[in-house]
């Protein structure tokens, strides 16, 4: 299959496409190109703030794991931009293309109500994919995966819970920590299996149904 990835440098991104990569031709929309030298993945540099010069290419399917903090954005309305604003412009490329399906990366407890601004941004962003396209959401927890950038709080939370790492799952189901390889291949069984036995909740929109299922 010819697919398509925004967001291929980021913890599940980079997972993401070296899996697909094993079987389908994968191309990375890259704001920077030289940051993957591998010449086996497609690239394409793009300029989110200017998607419109973004050629227009049929893919079979299009991923998203476009994401970022408010730390590293710098504000709010930065991080806003990129969790919600790309988010859905690299939606209506698939749609406008052709897709048969997009498949992009939220959270758990996304909700366009939550008071917490980032729950609520990803809800705000849930909401926003709406067409007739099949749309498959994934909720991960805490991810686990060596990050470029430092986070504090997730380091913390991650070294109390690794001495239970082997039970959380049962435990915890959804809500314990996933490691980022375990969230690209669930996305990779979602859209190309239609199922997925990862534990891992998620969301499938279609414009003849919406259905919320989860797997615990």
């Not at 909700?111 to 962003?125: A, D, I, L, T």
């Not at 849930?126 to 709080?153: F, M, Q």
Request: aromatic share 8%; net charge positive; proline share 4%.
């Amino acid at each position: 299959m010819k697919l398509l990835v925004f967001g291929a440098t980021g913890l599940v991104g980079s997972s993401l496409i070296e899996q697909l990569s094993k079987e389908h031709e994968v191309s990375i929309a890259l704001r920077d190109t030289s940051k993957v030298n591998n010449p086996k993945f497609i690239k394409r540099s793009i300029n989110f703030d200017d998607f419109g010069s973004f050629a227009p290419t049929s893919y079979d399917g299009v991923y998203c794991c476009l994401g970022t903090t408010i730390k590293t954005a710098g504000s709010k309305a930065a991080f806003k931009k990129v969790d919600l604003d790309y988010v859905v412009k690299s939606f209506q490329y698939a749609v406008n293309n052709n897709a048969k399906f997009f498949c992009v990366i939220s959270a758990l407890g996304a909700n366009p109500n939550s008071r917490v601004f980032y729950s609520r941004v990803k809800g705000e962003m849930e909401n926003a994919l709406d067409a007739p396209i099949k749309t498959i959401i994934v909720r991960p927890s805490l991810l686990i995966g060596k990050r470029d950038e430092s986070r504090i709080a997730e380091g913390m939370a991650l070294a109390l819970m690794s001495p239970f790492s082997k039970v959380l799952p049962k435990v915890l189901g959804k809500y314990a920590p996933i490691k980022a390889e375990d969230v690209a291949k669930s996305m990779i069984d979602l859209t190309l299996h239609e199922s997925t036995q990862i534990k891992i909740d998620h969301l499938v929109k279609s414009k003849q149904q919406e259905h919320h299922s989860q797997k615990v």
